[in-house]
């Protein structure tokens, strides 16, 4: 008996949720309605929608195109599908292909019928480049508990970051952060720590500009991450998630600025200037 899918008609068919287009409109918009999706994860689902119609809430696009098609990256329609998929809006299954070496073919993403579940605290994501597991009661900075600062060591290391492993998964809590961004945290909190910073750090940006995306610039929010830790660690620091959350508003500022700048009708790269 195989243990996966082909990528043939017959597959499609089986997978096919519903009986014709009409059917299967009306169940999206029932999510739609439902979930606070972002623009990103509405431009995702209408891409899927669009290539369903062969086979009736069944898109084998692959994700290299979806992205094409909406101008984002691959990394980022991954994180969408994946957040769609903790919604149940879609199921994406793997496939192989039919024939040959049976090498990995491009997954199928399976729009589902509409299913009332009561998941709250995942409905409510607001970052543009989305993120699956960080909703605004999480991303508050002033939090009725502070988010201490864990202090790994050899004895420890391994205990912190198994606690609470039941609220949130290691492995889809790193698919639905940018890898820099998950990397720095991860080496002074356990999982829920960093699901809670995180959400700070979104709060921060969209404060500012939503469209900022976090992935081109990882690099500045792990420096000024780092700044307020060594101001915490000499004592300097009062209210820690206050200090990060204004720090994170700061740094994006200074990335609009510089963004526009690069956009500017008269700046001028002098040094890509030919000799």
């Avoid at 543009?128 to 960080?134: E, H, L, Q, R």
């Avoid at 939090?143 to 202090?151: H, T, V, Y």
């Avoid at 002074?188 to 940006?205: C, E, P, Q, S």
Wanted: glycine share 4%; charged share 30%.
């Amino acid at each position: 008996m195989q243990a996966y899918l082909l990528a043939n008609e017959s597959t499609y068919d089986k997978l096919s949720t519903f009986t014709d287009k009409d059917a299967m409109d009306a169940e999206i918009l029932r999510h739609r309605n439902v979930n606070k999706l972002t623009k990103t994860e509405l431009a995702v689902l209408d891409v899927l929608a669009r290539y369903s119609c062969v086979y009736p809430g069944v898109s084998y696009r692959t994700k290299n195109n979806i992205a094409h098609e909406i101008g984002c990256s691959r990394r980022t329609v991954i994180r969408v599908c994946n957040r769609l998929e903790s919604l149940g809006i879609v199921k994406q299954h793997d496939l192989k292909r039919d024939g040959g070496d049976r090498r990995q073919s491009s997954n199928a993403i399976v729009i589902q019928p509409f299913k009332k579940v009561d998941k709250p605290s995942e409905q409510n994501a607001q970052e543009s480049d989305v993120a699956p597991f960080v909703t605004p009661e999480m991303s508050r900075h002033k939090a009725q508990e502070p988010i201490k600062l864990l202090k790994p060591n050899k004895h420890n290391t391994d205990t912190v970051k198994s606690l609470k492993m039941s609220h949130i998964s290691v492995t889809a809590l790193k698919n639905s952060i940018p890898a820099g961004i998950y990397d720095k945290l991860s080496n002074f909190y356990d999982v829920d720590g960093v699901y809670k910073v995180y959400g700070i750090l979104l709060r921060a940006k969209a404060s500012i500009d939503r469209t900022i995306v976090i992935e081109d610039s990882s690099e500045y929010f792990t420096d000024t991450f780092m700044n307020v830790v060594r101001k915490y660690k000499r004592g300097e620091v009062r209210n820690f998630t206050g200090l990060l959350y204004s720090a994170w508003r700061n740094v994006t500022k200074q990335i609009v600025a510089i963004k526009k700048h690069a956009e500017s009708e008269i700046y001028y790269d002098w040094l890509n200037e030919s000799n």
